[in-house]
């Protein structure tokens, strides 16, 4: 008996060390596996964009250096509520949720939830949008969890600077009224991605211009970026001036005389010229679409939309015929597989005599080439004939459905058209080009706080110029201090104080109103208390002075020597503006004119010139500048004979000769109107 005891307690033994070892192992396993998940995850949150139709790392560098939230602020609202359930899978577009089981039908669950998140977007601002997804797979969620943020947003919390090292000091002069001095080192935190959009339209008329890669007098290497039909490839880089569209005219056809053709005909043998006594020769020009001058990037994505032709184009042969009211039969869907197959169509009124058809689309994916030249395709499904009785005179509330349409009208007359996601009117094709483009942080940028303390960079200085605090880290923003006390936001102070020792403390600080009514000066005690913990923490004198609480003394970068005054320093949330100088700044030597007063035109976008009105003509008048004045009121503006002999007369060196402005003819023209006729002569006295 005790030996069969003591062989049972061994078995035991060894059974539940087996148990034990497989639970640990089983343990260990997930733990593993859930370690590596997130780590994965991670890894593809990082690197979302090597998922897209190209590489958008050399694109796209600075993508993980995201906006921060303020240390100082208030707390904004969470996303939209989701419903319970588990993380399955992640990556930057899509976010897929196993939802929970509902426990009233058992065995069953529902299926699963994506989320799809947004990608090389633009934004009203023309900036660029992306979404990203915050949680990891197989965490738990449920509604108010936080599945995804965006790009104006950290943790759920809107987040559009960064938190940046401030100094109130005046520096040379160059942040005189609200000008900004920034350190060079914050470039790459400010450096932006844009998304510009191009557009151009083809017709359908024989003399609209015609998209081809093949266009003469360019270069191959100019021509290499585009595909077969004319168009940049997606991924491309492109600088200003590459061609983005190959675009081509005909010129109106000219005759050419006899010893013209002998000239073509030595010169170029290409040039097919006919024997007859009047041969044309149709000279093409190019009207391509460019990149504009100052625009460098990458092509992200390019959308062609193309308009179905209002006649019956595609059923040549086979027109529809309509024995009833037009109106009352309301599917115009149009096929582009089989035109044989048809449903057959009787109005009440009208039985026994010839029946409608429509045209309807079997079960096959309609495959479209380019410019409408369709292709072949196999039917998966045969349609049988049926008749259909229709009343004549019944409310249009009735639709007649064919199989696999591209498009079903249903309530409407046909009068009424859906223009919504088609092209223009008269056009055939119409191409949406985006391309990314990357703004570093420039002078004549415009950075602002969250205080109306807004300012136009003035100048980047070095790392080493900047005034450096004692421990040795520089500052990174200089703001001029006449700003604060006249403008009467003094809440910038108490968020530079509050906002370093956050920074110190790794801690946020959510501001109330009215902090009155928790002592007098409530606001000052707890910065000065703060500074004074945050000085016993860093065990460092410097930053907490009895006398003038709140300031340091700095140290000149490129003299080393210290300021004699000391200087206000903190953490403030600044902005970049939407207000850049890349898209502001103009330069015209020549340009466009007005086709009725022959005056250059206005405005950046039709590369216009400045105006020089009354006003500005009488500061001359006052300087007594008579050349400048009538070479800015003839040559430069509306003095057609003057502007033609400009370059022969300085090429020539002989005197200019100034004709007489356009603009005086009009005012003889419209006083000829009013039967009122001037003549204009000259004496010599």
Request: with cysteine; hydrophobic share 35%.
């Amino acid at each position: 008996m005790q030996i069969s005891k003591i062989f049972t307690n061994l078995i035991k033994s060894k059974i539940k060390s087996k148990i034990k070892s497989k639970i640990k192992s089983k343990i260990k396993s997930k733990i593993k596996s859930k370690i590596k998940s997130k780590i994965k995850s991670k890894i593809k949150s990082k690197t979302y964009f090597s998922a897209y139709m190209f590489n958008l790392n050399q694109l796209i560098q600075y993508s993980s250096n995201t906006s921060r939230a303020q240390r100082e602020g208030r707390s904004f609202a969470r996303p939209a509520k989701r419903s319970q359930g588990r993380r399955s899978f992640t990556d930057a577009y899509r976010l897929r949720q196993k939802q929970k089981n509902d426990g009233v039908t058992l065995g069953i669950s529902k299926p699963l939830r994506e989320v799809w998140f947004q990608n090389l977007e633009k934004s009203n601002q023309n900036t660029y949008f992306l979404q990203r997804p915050f949680s990891y797979p197989m965490n738990w969620i449920q509604k108010g969890d936080l599945l995804g943020d965006c790009s104006a947003s950290n943790k759920g919390e809107l987040a559009l600077g960064k938190n940046l090292l401030v100094a109130y000091l005046p520096w040379e002069g160059l942040n005189f009224e609200d000008a900004v001095l920034i350190n060079e080192k914050v470039l790459s935190k400010y450096t932006s991605l844009h998304i510009e959009k191009y557009e151009i339209e083809i017709g359908l008329g024989e003399a609209s211009p015609k998209i081809t890669c093949n266009i003469p007098g360019q270069p191959p290497e100019t021509l290499a970026k585009l595909d077969n039909n004319g168009i940049i490839r997606v991924g491309s880089w492109v600088e200003e001036g590459e061609i983005l569209v190959g675009q081509i005219i005909l010129q109106a056809s000219q005759t050419l005389l006899t010893h013209e053709k002998l000239l073509y005909d030595i010169v170029d043998n290409k040039n097919k010229i006919s024997n007859s006594p009047i041969a044309e020769l149709r000279k093409v020009k190019d009207k391509s679409l460019r990149v504009p001058l100052g625009v460098s990037g990458r092509i992200l994505r390019i959308s062609s939309l193309f308009q179905l032709p209002s006649k019956n184009q595609l059923f040549e042969g086979a027109a529809e015929r309509l024995s009833g009211q037009k109106s009352n039969i309301l599917s115009e869907s149009w096929s582009i597989g089989n035109r044989n197959r048809r449903v057959q169509i009787r109005t009440a009124a009208a039985r026994g005599h010839q029946p409608l058809y429509k045209a309807v689309l079997a079960r096959s994916q309609p495959r479209i080439s380019h410019l409408f030249n369709l292709s072949p395709q196999k039917l998966k499904k045969t349609l049988s004939v049926q008749p259909i009785s229709i009343d004549r005179n019944c409310p249009p509330k009735f639709r007649i459905n064919s199989v696999s349409t591209i498009m079903t009208k249903t309530g409407r007359s046909s009068a009424i058209r859906d223009t919504q996601g088609e092209a223009p009117h008269l056009s055939l094709q119409k191409i949406t080009i985006y391309i990314a483009v990357k703004r570093e942080l420039k002078v004549g940028d415009k950075m602002s706080g969250r205080h109306g303390n807004k300012g136009i960079v003035s100048k980047i200085l070095s790392n080493s110029d900047m005034p450096y605090l004692p421990n040795g880290r520089p500052i990174e923003i200089l703001l001029n201090p006449l700003g604060v006390p006249s403008r009467m936001n003094v809440g910038q102070i108490f968020e530079c104080l509050l906002g370093l020792t956050g920074e110190i403390f790794h801690t946020k600080f959510q501001v109330l109103c009215f902090d009155e009514m928790y002592g007098y000066e409530a606001s000052r005690s707890f910065v000065y208390s703060k500074l004074f913990d945050s000085c016993k923490k860093t065990n460092q004198k410097w930053f907490f002075s009895k006398k003038t609480p709140g300031k340091f003394n700095l140290f000149d970068g490129r003299t080393g020597t210290l300021f004699h005054q000391s200087v206000l320093i903190g953490s403030t949330y600044i902005m970049k503006l939407i207000h850049i100088v890349e898209e502001k700044i103009h330069a015209r030597a020549t340009g466009p004119y007005s086709l009725i007063t022959q005056q250059p035109l206005r405005g950046r976008a039709k590369h216009g010139g400045q105006r020089f009105g009354e006003m500005e003509v009488w500061a001359l008048q006052g300087f007594g500048s008579a050349y400048t004045l009538q070479e800015l009121l003839t040559l430069k503006s509306d003095d057609i004979q003057g502007r033609n002999l400009l370059i022969q007369t300085l090429l020539k060196n002989i005197p200019l000769r100034f004709g007489t402005p356009e603009s005086l003819r009009v005012v003889l023209r419209e006083l000829q109107c009013l039967c009122l006729q001037l003549e204009l002569s000259r004496y010599d006295f």
